[in-house]
């Protein structure tokens, strides 16, 4: 049976696939993406992490069901660890978890934040959980992927980063998130409904890409 997560893809995979093929994760597969790049995606992906943890603050909000409910805490508690992550691979740079917080929120990062934000408030449970999931499902496709390039090359500079999205943790998470997806649409989505949900998920896959961008844009800012 197609879930709703590969219906979604397959209606916006040309948008999905610049989020998941750009250069920022094809360079970070070869080893070659420039460290300035990489520093500058993951203080606004700090920065990002914070607004997608009050996205699932709000999905606890909107849900109608104590189930719901466990599910959108346990993803909560996911992005609350995966903040860790962030905070030490700053900390080797000299970045303290207070700077980190201080730091400005760039464009992509507010573009995106709000705009799933927006989905939620405006909208119901499904619709926020479709404007969360190209973070959550795409990350885990990202991390399958770059995956054999840890084994190809033992001193991978992104292998934290990578194995953090390839482990088995996070990779659960994604499927719980697709699962999620389709008791909610069995529910509450209807034909007519699907196409407003792929301009939904469409959106964030842009919003996606123009953050892995921001990486460059902020590295050639500062150099």
């Known amino acids: 049976m197609t879930t709703v997560f590969e219906r979604l893809k397959a209606a916006a995979l040309s948008d999905w696939n610049r989020y998941v093929d750009h250069p920022f994760i094809r360079q970070m597969e070869a080893g070659t993406l420039p460290q300035p790049v ?3 995606y993951l203080i606004q992906d700090y920065l ?21 409910m466990h599910i959108a805490q346990g993803g909560l508690n996911a992005i ?3 903040m860790n992550l962030h905070v030490r691979l700053c900390e080797r740079w ?3 978890p207070a700077q980190l917080q201080a730091a400005p929120e760039h464009q992509a990062t507010v573009a995106y934040t709000r705009y799933v934000l927006d989905c939620g408030q405006s909208g119901d449970l499904l619709d926020l959980n479709v404007a ?3 973070c959550m499902i795409g990350y885990a496709e ?10 190809a090359r033992p001193e991978h500079p992104y292998r934290e980063w990578i194995s953090e999205y390839s482990g088995q ?12 997806m389709d008791k909610l649409a069995a529910h509450a989505m209807t034909e007519a409904r699907f196409a407003e949900l792929t301009a939904i998920f469409a959106q964030a896959a842009r ?7 921001m990486g460059f844009e902020l590295a050639d800012h500062n150099a």
């Open 142 to 151: 990202i991390g399958r992927r770059l995956a054999p390039a840890l084994a």
């Open 132 to 134: 969360l999931a190209p």
């Open 48 to 68: 990002f992490l914070i607004q997608y943890a009050r996205a699932h603050a709000l999905a606890i909000y909107k849900s109608r069901t104590l189930e719901d």
């Open 94 to 96: 000299g970045l303290s």
């Open 207 to 213: 919003l996606e890409a123009d953050f892995w961008q």
């Open 169 to 180: 943790a996070f990779q659960q998470a994604a499927q719980a998130c697709i699962a999620h």
């Open 38 to 40: 990489f520093q500058q």
């Open 80 to 82: 609350l660890g995966e």
